[in-house]
């Protein structure tokens, strides 16, 4: 197959809700909680060569991005020795880390004026500082979670995985990537997976396994561009079928009829806040019945500029930064830590594929868990 990618310029982007928890126990890293010292490792799902991808001593999850803070090594721990109690570890842990940052601001203003001033604006910035490490670790770990609820682990350092110039990621989990979507956003995957890989849906397995050059850097720039696709679905999707609903009790209501359903009970993710706040100055595109019966992939084309920005932009600021320490640590040379590098990595189209295919998922993931944390601890807004 005579593909190469850059035939197929990148999309230019603009710079998930989960189960509701049960009530939380007095759970946290700062209790006198006993877990094993030896966690278990996850499996590792890529392979360049013997023992190239196998998980290093101090790497736990065999992910490429470590916690940082107390409670991310917390909950680590937590997931891997006791799963079914992780959402209720992280809901203590947000309580906590609201209660630290919010006590450390109180008495910043308390202090207002007073000798001691200086002294608690410091430690309430500090306080600030370590907080928003702990939250990006709470990120991470959620999202971690739900890749592990659809089999998939995610790609470790690539520079532990390429041999002789190669990369190759196998399993390629596809399927399990796919399976998270829906139709008519897995259609749009699929497309997107077309634009920046030049591999067609049909594609053969000989085509599969045909191989292209490509540098660390681009690899890097598409894996970032995936990501925040697959936030703009998310954020698409949900906001296509909350018009789809109040469409169609508008037109129940024209035609005098009982609305069937409450507007609390249309607003299942917590979706109040993104219609009359994020998107409260947008127009609708299209009719109320174009809405009712259109597909997802027509209603995005219909998106003016400032719309379309409007739903691919991150809501949080710890979003942005996770995202850049996760690429940072998925591409990062393991040497020079750099990951602007010129150096050209062979590999084939699947294992190309495999990286935006979890890309996008982990995009879907993080509207998620920005729409669940902010709810407990309130996030930076992303201006």
């Known amino acids: 197959m005579d593909h190469c990618l850059a035939r197929h310029p990148i999309p230019t982007l603009p710079s998930p809700r989960l189960p509701s928890l049960q009530k939380p126990h007095n759970f946290s890293s700062k209790t006198a909680l006993k877990l094993p010292t030896k966690p278990r490792a996850f499996a590792v799902i890529a392979s360049a ?30 997931l891997q020795n006791h799963r079914q109690l992780f959402h209720t570890a992280v809901a203590d842990e947000l309580r906590l880390l609201a209660d630290d940052r919010d006590g450390a601001l109180s008495r910043m203003l308390l202090s207002a004026g007073s000798d001691e001033a200086c002294l608690h604006r410091r430690v309430a910035q500090l306080k600030e500082h370590e907080c928003q490490i702990a939250i990006e670790d709470v990120m991470f770990m959620l999202i971690f979670y739900k890749f592990s609820e659809i089999k998939v682990t995610l790609v470790p350092r690539l520079s532990r995985c390429i041999y002789n110039g190669r990369l190759e990621i196998w399993p390629s989990k596809d399927w ?14 699929k497309e997107h997976v077309t634009t920046v890989t030049g591999l067609r849906a049909d594609s053969s397995v000989t085509d599969n396994w045909a191989t292209t050059k490509i540098t660390r850097l681009m690899l890097g720039r598409v894996y970032v561009a995936s ?6 679905l998310k954020s698409a999707s949900l906001r296509h079928r ?14 005098g009829h009982k609305p069937p359903l409450q507007f609390q009970e249309l607003c299942p993710y917590g979706l109040t806040s ?19 019966h259109g597909s997802l992939k027509c209603y995005v084309m219909g998106f003016d500029p400032e719309t379309l920005q409007r739903c691919a932009k991150l809501r949080s600021k710890e979003a942005v930064s996770l995202i850049e320490n996760h690429s940072h640590a998925l591409f990062g040379d393991e040497k020079t830590g750099l990951v602007e590098t010129d150096e050209v990595i062979l590999t084939s189209f699947s294992s190309l594929k495999r990286l935006v295919l979890e890309a996008v998922a982990f995009g879907t ?5 920005e729409e669940y944390i902010d709810t407990v601890y309130k996030l930076k807004e992303n201006n």
């Open 49 to 78: 060569g013997a023992s190239h991808c196998e998980p290093t001593p101090s790497s736990s999850l065999n992910s490429p991005l470590e916690p940082r803070s107390l409670p991310g090594r917390f909950l680590s721990t937590v």
């Open 176 to 189: 399990e990537l796919e399976s998270y979507h829906s139709l008519e956003i897995l259609e749009m995957v």
């Open 227 to 232: 990501i925040l696709y697959g936030y703009f």
């Open 242 to 255: 909350l018009e789809q609903s109040l469409a169609s009790v508008n037109q129940d209501l024209r035609l």
């Open 274 to 292: 993104l219609l009359f706040g994020r998107i409260s100055s947008m127009q609708c595109v299209s009719t109320n019945q174009e809405v009712k």
């Open 365 to 369: 993931f993080l509207w998620d868990t």
